[in-house]
Every structure is written in structure tokens, then in C-alpha cells.
């Protein structure tokens, strides 16, 4: 800290010298410099620095909550086999098919990297699995051999007669999970390079569901993670899990122990519980049966009902977000229209809207609020949120570094976002850098107002430094002419 030294000695002798004419004037003034430099000075430096600090450390836990969520709120990709594959160099490259529940249908290892190098054996097996199990997508993690696998995935694309995409995954925490306690009990029969193959798939299928089987931490969103408090972070952490699972609502069928814990009201113990009844007895196909569930009393039942979808229940109104308390308002609003749940769907809002909800909620006796919550769910059971954000980039081609020019326009994800500008996937194996200047034409004050995590953004290289292994790109359009 640069300080105005002079002006401070010169206020604190005017303080403590009541007579400058006075012999001990001079020793009064050492005195007053002495103290300011070895005690006051240090003093103050040390509170402005600890203030400055402590401002950083909550501005970065708050990226890394913002960052967190938006990788956990990415669009699931439904409905397609995927393989998984975690690349390596002289342990080989492990594959795992996952099927669209995300059931792990068969694990394979090749060695189309160095040392081996065995590229034709390794084709042989893929082009046999796409064949065997459909498959429509390959989800490469972004570790060690990742550039060396992806530039193999696309020779081999061009060699099949099957429609088939890639996408690169950020691998973050897949070998945390898979040598965890939670991955033992899960895949008990898979080695440790199985089970990340598979979590890589399952990545995509449904981010959320996956990636809350691994400590917040280690999914590796963020900045200057080892110099934040631990606790301060773990519990910023875990409130962003919980809201976003909650905001998503959960399967109560075919949820894990992990995403099941992050309910409202559920702990590990109750979690477990869940599992074990629905394994016994058979799916859920009420709320009303998680009475039965023990540990689950009705303070725990009353937190974590509305949070819990059961698709395919006796009733339409199991896969919403209604609560059961509200089940009631709920089927009178049904009955004023002569409308069945399955009736309801995509029409209730719209009715409900044009009758008026003032009067509806009067007539109903219903708070007005709440009357619109229940007609936007009972008109869409089952909305997951996530299908209204923009979907993965998938890709079939890629590109090297000295591809790159300045000027060219690319379409990318962002993989990061921090305090000076935001890390994005450009299907180069390192991803390009837009700083925080070259992100709009008006003045940006924190990238997380113009980008987030998952964003599909185009963008334009301003330089590719294949010494340095640098992107810089800009998110603002070139001048034409």
C-alpha cells in the first residue's frame, strides 16, 4: 500500500506535540515514527488486506456456486445408447455402453494410443459395439489422451455407415467417484476405469443425477478453490446441489441414494430407506406410500413430497410439483373445468388464464399463488426445466490448433467461467480464452452477466499460438468491411 507517509507523521505529531518549541519535540516525533512504521502501518495493512481477501474469497465461493449450478442445470440427453469413453495412454482407453436409462449394457478396454498403438484392433471393436448396442453418441472425457482419442473417434465416423456424434466431457471428479464407496456399492463387478467410463456417459444422460454422486469440490468449476475455507465453500456447495435438484424435481423410482439425500427433508439414512423399500416392495405409485418408508415421518413427509415425481403413478398429478396438501385444490380446479389430469395437459393454464385467477382462487378458497403454480403444473406433469436451456453442442469433426486464424467464426461451449473472462471448448483439444474485455461491446462488469456454464456461443479468433499453446478469442463481432 502506497500511503501518504508525511501527511500521517504530520497529523499524528500535531496529536501528540501540544508544544513544538519543546525540547522533547524531536524525540515526541521518532517516537510518533517509530510507532507508525513498526506498529500503526503494518497494522492497517494487514486489516485492508484480510478485508480485501475476505471480499475475493466470497466473490470466488459465489462464482463457483454460479458455475456449479449451471454445469448441474445442463440439459440431459435422453433417449440415446452412449458410449463412454475415459482415454489414457499406456493403460488403454476404457469404454463403457450405457443404455438410455442408464444402464450399463458392456465395458471394453483398447489401446489405440501410445505406446501400444493398436489404432485397427481398437476400430475393429468400436464399429462391433455401435453395431451391436445402436449406438447414436460417444461421450469422450477431456483428460490425459483425450486429443489423441478424439482425433481416432473421427476417422473412425468417417469409416461407418451409422449417424453417430461425439461430445467432449469434462471428466472433473469421475476418478474421485469411481474409487469411492458410493461407486464400489454401485458397479461392485467394474474396475476402477469402468466405473469412469461409465459416469463419463451417464454425464450426459443426465448431468444433475451423476455428477451429485461427487463431492462439489472435486468437480473442478471455478477458482482459487485451495485458498477458500473449506467449510465456508462445502456448505455454499451443497446449498447450489440441493437447490438445483430440488428446482428439477426427483424420480423417486429410479433415483439414487445420493440424489435422493439432497431432497428437502431426506437425509442419507432415509435415502437409503427409500431405496431399500422401493427394491422390496416395488416401484412407488403414490406419494402416499412413502408413509410406509421408515425413518420418513410426516415432518420429513411434508418437506420432501412436493420434491418427488412418481411417472407412470396411479394419478397424473404424482408427476408434478403439486403437493399433496394441495391435492385437494388441485382436483376442484379440475372438476370447475370437467377436466381429467390427462385432459388438463397443455390447455388448464390457458383456461385457468382466461377466466381470471382472482376469481378462480375466491371461488376455490386458494390462495391465488398457489392456484397458479398448481394450473402450470397439472398443464405440464413431468417438466423438467432443463429442456428449455439450450441443448450440447455435438460434434463429428475436429480441428487442430494451426487450423485456427484470426477471424474465424466458431461456435463453442463454455467450459468456465471466472472473474476475468470464460474458458470455451472450440473442438480444439485446449480450450480458447475470452477475457472478460471481449465479451460485449458495452462495459461487462462480471463475465456471469453476459455467459454461463454449458453456453453454446459463437465466437472469433483473435489469436492461436501453437508455442504457447494459447486461444484468445472475442464474443465481439469483427468490423465488416
Keep these: 500500500i502506497d500511503a501518504p507517509v508525511d501527511r500521517i507523521l504530520s497529523y499524528l505529531d500535531r496529536k501528540l506535540i501540544t508544544a513544538p518549541s519543546a525540547p522533547t519535540a524531536a524525540v515526541l516525533h521518532e517516537v510518533t515514527e517509530d510507532a507508525y512504521n513498526r506498529l500503526i502501518a503494518p497494522a492497517i495493512e494487514r486489516e485492508i488486506r484480510n478485508d480485501l481477501f475476505e471480499k475475493a474469497e466470497d466473490g470466488a465461493i459465489r462464482v463457483f456456486g454460479k458455475n456449479l449450478e449451471q454445469l448441474l442445470m445442463q440439459p440431459p440427453i435422453a433417449g440415446q445408447v452412449v458410449l463412454g469413453w475415459d482415454p489414457a495412454f499406456r493403460t488403454g482407453c476404457k469404454l463403457a455402453v450405457v443404455d438410455p436409462t442408464g444402464k450399463v449394457l458392456d465395458t471394453t478396454v483398447i489401446y489405440p494410443t501410445a505406446p501400444q498403438n493398436r489404432v485397427d484392433e481398437a476400430k475393429a471393436v468400436l464399429k462391433k459395439l455401435i453395431s451391436k448396442y445402436h449406438i447414436t453418441l460417444i461421450s469422450l472425457g477431456n483428460g490425459t489422451a483425450s486429443r489423441e ?198 390447455k388448464l393454464l390457458t383456461l385457468a388464464d382466461a377466466e381470471g385467477f382472482a376469481a378462480l382462487a375466491k371461488q376455490l378458497n386458494v390462495g391465488e399463488p398457489t392456484l397458479r403454480d398448481i394450473a402450470a403444473e397439472l398443464s405440464r406433469p413431468g417438466r423438467d426445466p432443463r429442456d428449455e436451456l439450450p441443448q450440447v453442442l455435438m460434434r463429428s469433426d475436429v480441428m487442430d490448433l494451426k487450423d485456427l486464424q484470426p477471424g474465424m467464426e466458431l461456435r463453442g461451449t463454455v467450459r468456465n467461467v471466472t472473474d476475468f473472462g470464460a474458458f470455451v471448448d472450440i473442438g480444439v483439444h485446449r480450450d480458447g480464452l475470452v477475457h472478460i474485455s471481449q465479451m460485449a461491446q458495452r462495459r461487462v462488469n462480471h463475465p456471469s452477466e453476459v455467459v454461463r456454464v454449458g453456453d453454446i456461443v459463437t465466437v472469433w479468433v483473435l489469436e492461436a499460438d501453437a508455442k504457447t499453446n494459447r486461444i484468445s478469442l472475442t464474443m465481439r463481432p469483427p468490423a465488416k468491411g
Excluded at 465456508?232 to 423417486?252: I, K, R
Excluded at 439425500?261 to 431426506?266: D, F, K, L, R, W
Aim: include cysteine; charge should be negative; aromatic fraction near 6%.
Design 149 to 346: 482419442s478424439e482425433q481416432i473417434i473421427v476417422q473412425l465416423l468417417k469409416e461407418i455407415p451409422e449417424t453417430v456424434q461425439y461430445i467432449i466431457v469434462n471428466e472433473a471428479g469421475a476418478s474421485v467417484y469411481s474409487a469411492s464407496k458410493l461407486a464400489t456399492e454401485e458397479f461392485p463387478q467394474f474396475d476402477v476405469g469402468q466405473r469412469s467410463a461409465a459416469s463419463i456417459a451417464r454425464r450426459l444422460q443426465d448431468p444433475l443425477a451423476e455428477l451429485v454422486k461427487i463431492d462439489p469440490k472435486a468437480i473442478g468449476v471455478g477458482q482459487y478453490q485451495h485458498d477458500l475455507k473449506a467449510a465456508e465453500l462445502d456448505a455454499a456447495l451443497g446449498g447450489v446441489v440441493e437447490d438445483c435438484v430440488n428446482s428439477v424435481g426427483v424420480d423417486v423410482n429410479t433415483a439414487s441414494v445420493s440424489l435422493l439425500s439432497y431432497v428437502a427433508g431426506i437425509n442419507t439414512t432415509v435415502a437409503k430407506n427409500i431405496v431399500a423399500y422401493r427394491e422390496e416392495n416395488g416401484a412407488f405409485t403414490t406419494r402416499a406410500q412413502l408413509k410406509k418408508v421408515p425413518r420418513l415421518g410426516p415432518k420429513a413427509f411434508e418437506q420432501c413430497a412436493g420434491f418427488l415425481r412418481i411417472p407412470g403413478g396411479k394419478d397424473l398429478i404424482e408427476n408434478t410439483g403439486v403437493h399433496p396438501e394441495s391435492y385437494d385444490a388441485a382436483r376442484a380446479l379440475l372438476k370447475h373445468f370437467s377436466l381429467t389430469p390427462a385432459e388438463a395437459v397443455g
